[in-house]
């Protein structure tokens, strides 16, 4: 007796070809309605400035050799995304999310940042629904905010890890 599915598929160019094509694509209806506000990097840094109880979540992937580590397993001090971060910015990868946005407090605003704004409109409004305070995602991502000259934090040992780790 087999075991598993026997015809598996794949479209190659995934969800912008499946839409290129105009095949049906099916989002929730309280989904669609969230609205993202982009904030640009000069004035995502005023708010970073003048209110220091703002959460800034940076919801960046590992890096591929990390992740295809027989030994990684996600912890919540992980200290594997190396590169240039925002000063005070938590990191939480966006497919680790769902399982540890509990431990964002409910009581403080958030802005998100990620590379260049693909994954964190996607934990905006996914944080959104859980009932959190989103102020919005930075505009261009991390890239964007480091080619406007703005200040960054080089390596990996000066990012306090995931969600308020000591």
């Given at each position: 007796?087999?075991?598993?599915?026997?015809?598996?598929?794949?479209?190659?160019?995934?969800?912008?070809?499946?839409?290129?094509?105009?095949?049906?694509?099916?989002?929730?209806?309280?989904?669609?309605?969230?609205?993202?506000?982009?904030?640009?990097?000069?004035?995502?840094?005023e708010i970073l400035d003048k209110d220091k109880d703002i959460f800034l979540?940076?919801?960046?992937?590992?890096?591929?050799?990390?992740?295809?580590?027989?030994?990684?397993?996600?912890?919540?001090?992980?200290?594997?995304?190396?590169?240039?971060?925002?000063?005070?910015?938590?990191?939480?990868?966006?497919?680790?999310?769902?399982?540890?946005?509990?431990?964002?407090?409910?009581?403080?605003?958030?802005?998100?940042?990620?590379?260049?704004?693909?994954?964190?409109?996607?934990?905006?409004?996914?944080?959104?629904?859980?009932?959190?305070?989103?102020?919005?995602?930075?505009?261009?991502?991390?890239?964007?905010?480091?080619?406007?000259?703005?200040?960054?934090?080089?390596?990996?040992?000066?990012?306090?890890?995931?969600?308020?780790?000591?």
């Amino acid at each position: 007796m087999a075991k598993g599915y026997s015809e598996v598929y794949y479209f190659p160019g995934g969800i912008p070809e499946w839409r290129y094509f105009n095949y049906p694509l099916s989002i929730g209806e309280k989904w669609q309605k969230i609205k993202v506000t982009k904030i640009p990097p000069l004035e995502f840094k005023e708010i970073l400035d003048k209110d220091k109880d703002i959460f800034l979540l940076d919801v960046r992937s590992l890096d591929q050799q990390t992740l295809n580590r027989k030994d990684f397993v996600f912890t919540m001090d992980n200290s594997t995304l190396a590169g240039n971060f925002i000063r005070g910015a938590q990191h939480c990868p966006l497919v680790y999310l769902e399982q540890n946005y509990r431990q964002i407090p409910k009581n403080r605003r958030i802005i998100i940042t990620d590379w260049i704004m693909k994954q964190s409109t996607i934990a905006a409004k996914f944080l959104t629904m859980q009932g959190y305070d989103v102020i919005g995602v930075l505009k261009g991502g991390t890239t964007r905010w480091q080619l406007e000259g703005l200040p960054i934090i080089q390596g990996e040992d000066n990012l306090r890890r995931l969600l308020l780790c000591d």
